[in-house]
């Protein structure tokens, strides 16, 4: 995934990413995330507590990167300033893939290097 495309176009690969997150066992529930660089100040992220199964397009949020979600949209992502510290210094970077795999996770909370 780029921060190319269309803002659509966007929103439904965002929505593929975070279902194939889920379906690949790379998270569970209503953890991780998913964005994507819509401009040099907005990002396009998931929102905060909608499960996979029933995320649309349309529930991705469009937020600067400061956090200031457009007005009437769902909240985005907790984690969201993971993503916006990315993106501000790493110019490059067109999109984030967050997640909480069971292995990482396990290494993390063991305060082991992933291998």
Same mark, same amino acid.
């Given at each position: 995934? @780029?921060? &190319? ?17 889920? &379906? ?8 991780g ?13 998931t929102? @905060? ?13 469009? @937020? ?15 984690e ?20 909480? &795999? ?14």
């Amino acid at each position: 995934m @780029t921060g &190319s495309g269309s803002e659509q176009e966007l929103r439904q690969t965002i929505v593929e990413a975070q279902c194939n997150l889920v &379906s690949r066992g790379l998270t569970t529930g209503t953890s991780g995330n998913v964005s994507a660089r819509l401009s040099d100040d907005e990002m396009l992220i998931t929102p @905060t507590g909608v499960a996979p199964d029933a995320l649309q397009p349309e529930h991705v949020v469009r @937020t600067r990167l400061d956090g200031r979600p457009v007005a009437g949209q769902l909240a985005p992502s907790s984690e969201w300033r993971i993503h916006a510290d990315i993106y501000r210094e790493k110019s490059v970077v067109g999109a984030v893939v967050h997640c909480h &795999s069971t292995y990482a996770t396990m290494l993390a909370c063991a305060q082991r290097p992933i291998p």
